[in-house]
């Protein structure tokens, strides 16, 4: 099903009409019951098109809820019931949709609503815009520059108690995607002259009374306030509380909003210290003093208020008080001082506390300003917010309802215009024909104001620039001459002789009769409230203040700056701020909402029906209503047209597919409207008649029912069809369940049965079988049985017989034996007693022999020859056979060890056995030889190629080759010398060159001589005669003598088969050439170590010292 799309409209549920556009009849009376209506029942909102009226409640509505915002959001204007919010929902979305810029325009009379409305649009439009810490911080800032700008330009007036006393236009800045950027406020000439003087039941600035109500002791303290109202002579003490108003909460919001919006500490204290100065300035009281020369002069009354001001702003007290008495003219580089009377010296006082609060005041804004500017330069789209002082009448009019009042006529006049043009050009736009409607233009007065010739400003602006004595009533003296013949004007000087006899007129005052009424003007004060003179003086004093706010607020001040020229006037910087303000409007989408104030007394429920008679009259709303209707009440878009009627004629119903035009014409055709009743446009339908939209609505609301009817019939048929197909299919489901369940319970029983009857079946064969089984196995087994026994019986006879035969053989046996043993026994009894001693010794000592032997098997040591144990001897008669026997083992065991040595390790222990025989305890160095393997070349003679030549110079076998040292014969000192042993040959050879020094054949060789002691000392002594002999025996010394001697020794006797002679001697001699020399040994000392040191005694003597 189509998801059914729910539109609502204005026209539901309505409370009169909502929109005045389709009042019927269309009169004043029933315009005014109408709003009436909607007022009684709480409906404060009405259009007139795009228009919204909203009337005063005078109490809190609960329809600015969140849940109201979320209502209105993004809908059209007309579908839900008329709104503020409607309103401002339309402007957001253009602006942000569509780009276009907009203003709001809030009108209507004081206390109206205008201020509240401006709020509630502000505050709907900061609750649709974006979201976000940035843009909720702007939001927040623009939201609280209100309470701080309101505390300092609204005050209590007769008419509303929280009256704008300043006019305020407040420009709200989007970037693209609809997000609030900043703000720019204007504020339009503030009514200063409320500082100094206040009607009566009314108040000063609401700020004065929040200072004092809300401020603590200690602030107060700081600004030198006392919190007793009724000590400042600026404060109107008839009204000073307000009711339902609460001054000192207030404060704090106030205080609260500053710092939001961005104000420092110091700033505060400094707007608040003004605050103070302009409140304690109007205690300063002036007495008349005469001077000698008749001038009047005046003289403060009271300086401690002079001073506590000077303390608080930082103005030295005598300046400020010269100030207040002398005034200085300067023209033309001439300065002129005149003294102050004391009418001008309270002039000259107030002035100063306009002044000072006005530009505090405009200061304020800047610096808003400041905070709330945009911060990016992107292009922005803006939306502005005018909430400007409504027209009012007071009893006493004088320049600033002035200025007021012209003001609201300015805004009359753009609504006029640009509600017109709008109408006109949407008619054009869409192609309608357009009779143009009669209504009030107010230009005329807009013109009486502000002409540049003959207009009542430019009038006063020549007053006041004019030399010569000017007053008030030169001014109206002016004005009955230019302006007497004006329509609007009325005056009982004016030579037109209307007014003459009007004695409601008095002759100082002048009336001009403005779009809203009549209003009386006092003409004094114009002149000086329009030149705003402030004594130069005064703005001196105040430029040399040390306080900086003030001093800023000063600027003419300074010296150095001073202007001659007169300022603009008060009147034309109003108007040409306003002109300004005019042509940025009309740069815009306008918005209008027309505030109107149903009662005098500020209260709830109460409609003075001739007041807002009043303020629809000169609104000019009725004839808004007709222009409107002129042409055609009511119009709307081709589509929601379609879609809200389409249910009247059968074609568009529930569907049409052509173009939503083709649609509406159809529908109207069908519904059989006159022609002269409706107009197509190119996008839009107009209806003339609002009897025709409500005959329309009649049929909807009529068709409506049917169709619900009609819904509803349908709706029940459906419900009750799918309920039964449901059923129906649920039936099948359930009976198709069903039959598959009683199918399986049958299949699962007759599956059973089957298996227990083939089981029973198997079972019977099962038994036959096995009955036939055992029968076999019985059988068998009978037979085997059978069998068994019979061999069984078998066996045992043949066991029987062999048994029988073998017990025969054994009786054989046993009684042989039997008659052997007898036969042994009888002849050994023969011998038995001759041999038994001595059998018994053999056989004992025979064990015994045994049992040694059997244990020295088991006891026996190692097979190492150098063992030395042996097992101990048991028996003392085994003594020599134990010795005996260990001896056997040990030269066993010896043989066993030399089996093991191959030839090499042989010949190395001949050697060793050759030298133990020759040196064992012989020569005190052989013990320690012993353990010294015997390796001969000591020196590898054929590894250093230093000695090649001697390598090539012996071609024997090499036995021994080892450095020696040969004693020198002269002085017993020692050379070191190659010893070379060959199979033939001895030889010497100098151990660096290898050059042979002598060669000596074994056979030469007579005997070998040395010590018995711990030396290595030996001589070779040489056969006399041989060839070698002739340099005599050598002396030489060697760290392997015991090696050398016995290799020597055994080469020799190989070679030569015979022995060589070794003399182990502490003395002998040796041949040395000639001499023969005797070598001692003796017992040397320690001193050079373990080395023996050889030393000549004397020519037969060399003495040997051995360690
Ligand atoms: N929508 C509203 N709901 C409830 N009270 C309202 C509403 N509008 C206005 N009021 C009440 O009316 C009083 C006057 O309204 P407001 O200050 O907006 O008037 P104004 O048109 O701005 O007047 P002025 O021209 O003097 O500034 C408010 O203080 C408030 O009490
Ligand atoms: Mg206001």
Not at 59 to 84: A, C, D, G, Q, W
Not at 408 to 437: A, D, M, P, S, V
Not at 526 to 539: A, I
Not at 604 to 609: E, Q, T, W
Request: proline share 3%; glycine share 4%; aromatic share 10%.
């Amino acid at each position: 099903m189509a998801k059914m799309e729910v539109k609502t409209s204005l026209l539901d549920n309505m409370i009169g009409v909502g929109d005045m556009v389709l009042l019927e009849p269309l009169d004043e009376d029933s315009f005014i019951n109408n709003l009436k209506k909607r007022y009684d029942h709480n409906e404060v909102y009405t259009y007139i098109g795009s228009v919204v009226i909203s009337i005063n409640p005078y109490r809190s509505l609960p329809i600015y809820t969140p849940e109201k915002v979320e209502e209105y959001r993004n809908r059209n204007f007309y579908e839900l019931s008329p709104h503020i919010f409607a309103l401002s929902d339309e402007a957001y979305r253009s602006l942000r949709d569509q780009d276009k810029d907009q203003c709001i325009l809030i009108t209507g009379e004081s206390g109206a609503g205008k201020t509240e409305a401006s709020k509630l649009v502000m505050s709907y439009v900061a609750a649709v815009c974006g979201k976000g810490a940035e843009v909720n911080q702007v939001k927040e800032q623009l939201l609280q520059s209100n309470p701080v700008l309101e505390a300092f330009g609204n005050a209590k007036t007769v008419r509303n108690d929280n009256s704008s006393r300043f006019g305020k236009y407040m420009d709200i800045e989007f970037d693209f995607k609809g997000d609030p950027l900043g703000g720019v406020i204007s504020n339009y000439l503030l009514e200063k002259s409320r500082v100094v003087k206040q009607p009566r039941g009314e108040r000063n600035f609401h700020i004065f009374y929040q200072i004092l109500s809300g401020a603590s002791e200690d602030f107060l303290c700081k600004l030198k306030l006392e919190r007793d109202f009724s000590r400042y002579n600026y404060l109107g003490l008839d009204s000073a509380k307000v009711n339902g108003v609460d001054d000192a909460a207030n404060f704090r919001t106030v205080r609260n909003a500053m710092q939001i919006v961005g104000f420092m500490d110091h700033e505060t204290q400094s707007v608040f210290e003004v605050v103070a100065a302009v409140l304690k300035l109007g205690n300063i009281e002036f007495k008349p003093e005469s001077r000698v020369n008749g001038l009047d002069e005046s003289k403060i009354k009271d300086k401690n208020e002079l001073k506590e001001i000077c303390e608080l702003t930082g103005i030295d007290q005598s300046v400020l008080e010269r100030a207040f008495s002398f005034r200085t003219v300067e023209a033309k580089q001439e300065k002129v001082s005149t003294t102050l009377n004391v009418a001008q010296a309270y002039y000259a006082r107030d002035a100063l506390a306009k002044n000072l609060y006005s530009r505090l005041f405009s200061w304020l804004v800047t610096r808003i300003n400041e905070s709330i500017k945009a911060q990016t330069k992107v292009r922005k789209k803006v939306m502005g917010v005018l909430d400007i002082y409504g027209f009012e009448i007071f009893e006493d009019n004088s320049f600033e309802q002035f200025i007021i009042n012209y003001c609201n006529e300015k805004l009359q006049q753009i609504f006029i215009e640009l509600t017109l043009k709008e109408e006109q050009e949407e008619y054009i736009r869409e192609g309608i024909e357009w009779t143009h409607i009669e209504y009030f233009n107010n230009a005329i007065i807009c013109d009486l104001i502000e002409n540049n010739q003959t207009g009542i400003l430019a009038m006063l602006d020549e007053e006041c620039l004019r030399p010569g004595t000017v007053t008030d009533d030169t001014f109206l003296e002016k004005l009955n001459q230019v302006c007497a013949t004006h329509q609007h004007f009325e005056s009982r000087m004016s030579k037109c002789s209307r007014f003459l006899n009007d004695t409601t007129l008095p002759h100082s005052c002048f009336r001009i009769q403005h779009y809203a009424g009549k209003v009386m003007y006092q003409v004094e004060g114009f002149v000086d409230k329009n030149n705003d003179l402030l004594y130069r003086d005064l703005s001196q004093a105040m430029w040399k203040a040390s306080h900086s706010l003030i001093k800023a607020l000063f600027p003419e001040g300074n010296p150095a700056k001073i202007n001659l020229k007169r300022p603009p006037t008060a009147g034309s910087q109003f108007k040409a701020s306003v002109a300004t303000l005019m042509k940025n409007l009309q740069t815009k989408n306008p918005n209008y909402i027309r505030c109107i104030k149903p009662n005098d007394k500020k209260a709830a429920h109460i409609f003075n029906d001739a007041l807002v008679c009043h303020q629809i009259r000169y609104l000019g709303l009725l004839e808004n209503v007709r222009v409107r209707r002129a042409g055609y009440a009511f119009r709307q878009m081709y589509e929601p047209c379609l879609e809200r009627y389409k249910m009247l004629c059968k074609q568009t119903w529930p569907h049409w597919r052509g173009p939503a035009r083709a649609g509406v014409e159809v529908l109207f055709n069908e519904l059989e409207i006159p022609e002269e009743e409706f107009s197509f446009g190119r996008s839009k339908i107009f209806i003339r008649n609002p009897r025709t939209l409500f005959k329309l609505e009649d049929l909807r609301k009529q068709r409506l029912e049917d169709l619900a009817t009609l819904i509803e019939k349908i709706y029940r048929g459906w419900k009750c069809r799918t309920r039964f197909l449901l059923m129906k299919k649920s039936q099948i489901v359930i009976a198709s369940w069903y039959r598959r369940y009683a199918q399986q319970k049958k299949y699962q029983k007759i599956k059973s049965s089957a298996i227990i009857v083939q089981s029973y079946i198997r079972g019977w064969k099962a038994r036959k079988l096995l009955r036939e089984l055992k029968h076999q196995k019985r059988c068998n087994e009978a037979a085997t049985i059978i069998a068994a026994y019979w061999h069984g019986t078998q066996a045992r006879r043949e066991l029987r017989r062999l048994k029988e035969e073998a017990r025969n053989k054994h009786a054989i046996a046993v009684i042989w034996a039997y008659w052997l043993g007898y036969k042994v026994r009888r002849e050994y009894r023969k011998f038995f007693r001759a041999n038994a001693g001595r059998k018994i010794y053999e056989f004992t000592l025979q064990r015994l022999m045994q049992k040694y032997f059997l244990e020295m098997k088991n006891k026996m040591p190692s097979l190492s020859p150098i063992d030395k144990n042996w097992p101990a001897r048991p028996y003392l008669f085994l003594d020599s056979t134990h010795k005996e026997l260990k001896r056997i083992f040990h030269l066993w065991r010896c043989k066993k060890y030399r089996d093991q040595f191959t030839d090499q390790q042989k010949l190395i222990y001949e050697e060793k056995l050759e030298a133990s025989e020759l040196f064992k305890d012989k020569k005190a160095l052989y013990p320690a030889s012993v353990g010294q393997p015997f390796q001969g070349a000591y020196l590898e003679i054929s590894k250093n190629p230093k000695y090649k030549k001697l390598k090539d110079a012996v071609d024997e076998k090499i036995i021994i080759a080892e450095v020696v040292n040969k004693i020198n014969r002269a002085n017993g000192k020692a050379t070191s010398r190659i010893f070379l042993l060959t199979k033939n040959n001895v030889l010497l050879a100098d151990q660096k060159s290898g050059n042979i020094k002598s060669e000596v054949p074994l056979g030469d060789v007579a005997k070998v001589s040395m010590s018995s002691q711990n030396d290595g000392f030996f001589a070779v002594h040489l056969k006399e005669g041989s060839g070698a002999a002739g340099k005599g025996d050598f002396l030489l010394s060697s760290d392997h003598l015991i090696e050398m001697a016995t290799k020597l020794y055994r080469t020799t006797l190989s070679q030569t088969k015979q022995k060589l002679n070794i003399e182990i001697s502490d003395e002998f001699l040796v041949q040395f050439r000639q001499d023969k020399v005797c070598v001692k040994f003796i017992q040397g000392s320690q001193k050079n170590g373990n080395i023996p040191t050889c030393k000549r005694k004397n020519n037969r003597l060399l003495e040997v010292a051995v360690p």
